[in-house]
């Protein structure tokens, strides 16, 4: 019984973070979604901070968790790309709001959360677990040298995840097809080109004057990523409303 409370709790809790944040969110509040009064509730959690801090670490303990069974050795980088889009799409529906906690707190509220140096590690875990399938997915020549990678990934995981906001009330239905179209939309961009697997980029071909400083090619490449992942979104968006 008491179990089922704190879980009944916690989803009510989420769902009022999601939308006002943490700090504009009361007990009381909390208490009335749920049905309980402010005393009661405080049987089950001291503080509405601690409310949140379990929501991310049951969030992020599934993930890492989750990302630890991609195994850069075993597929290609598009397929353990694809993977670990899926397993952030499908964690996410099992923990509905902690994507929109995370992204509303970071950088605000998130610091002042108790166990917040576990909720950074377990973060930490999260990003090494890219960093891992693409760094290898380099090595092996599957994914371009020219392109900074840790640049490339922080921008697959923010679209991911916004992603999973853009589309929250229809995500359980999507899980696969918008993970097909986030791994088509990147790795297109981002997978080895024929005849440059393995090769340096070119020396830039000379320009005649006025000489204008031409922008280094990872840079131009990211640049250029940018401004796909704004018509990525506008796609994302245009499927989220044509499935509803």
């Known amino acids: 019984m008491a179990r089922g409370q704190r879980a009944k709790i916690l989803e009510h809790s989420a769902r009022l973070f999601s939308r006002q944040g ?16 402010s005393g009661t509730l405080y049987h089950y959690f001291a503080s ?6 379990e929501i ?21 980088a598009r397929d353990n790309l694809r993977e670990l889009i899926r397993i ?3 964690v996410a529906v099992r923990h509905p709001y902690a994507t929109e906690i995370y992204q509303n707190e970071y950088g605000g509220g ?13 973060v930490e875990r999260c990003h090494e677990a890219w ?21 490339f990934q922080r921008i697959l995981r923010e679209v991911v995840f916004m992603a999973v906001r853009w589309n929250r009330e229809t995500l359980a239905g999507e899980v696969d097809s918008l993970a097909g179209t986030l791994t088509s939309a990147f790795i297109d961009g981002f997978g080895a ?15 005649p004057a006025p000489p204008e400083a031409a922008p ?5 490449e990211l640049a250029r990523l940018n401004t796909e992942l704004n018509e990525l979104k506008r796609t994302v968006e245009m499927i989220r409303r044509g499935g509803r």
Request: proline residues 8%; glycine residues 10%; charged residues 25%.
């Open 22 to 37: 943490v700090a504009a969110t009361t007990i009381r509040e909390i208490a009335e979604s749920v049905g309980l009064n």
């Open 48 to 53: 509405k901070d601690e409310i949140a801090s």
């Open 56 to 76: 991310l670490l049951g969030f992020l303990e599934e993930l890492s968790g989750e990302y630890q069974g991609v195994s850069p050795h075993g597929g290609t």
């Open 88 to 90: 952030s799409f499908q």
């Open 110 to 122: 998130l610091p002042s959360l108790p166990r917040y140096d576990e909720i950074m590690e377990l």
């Open 131 to 151: 960093n891992r399938v693409i760094e290898h997915g380099v090595a092996r020549e599957e994914l371009r040298r020219d392109i900074d990678s840790h640049n």
């Open 193 to 207: 080109r024929p005849g440059e697997r393995g090769t340096a980029p070119s020396a830039p071909v000379p320009v």
């Open 216 to 220: 280094a090619p990872g840079n131009a």
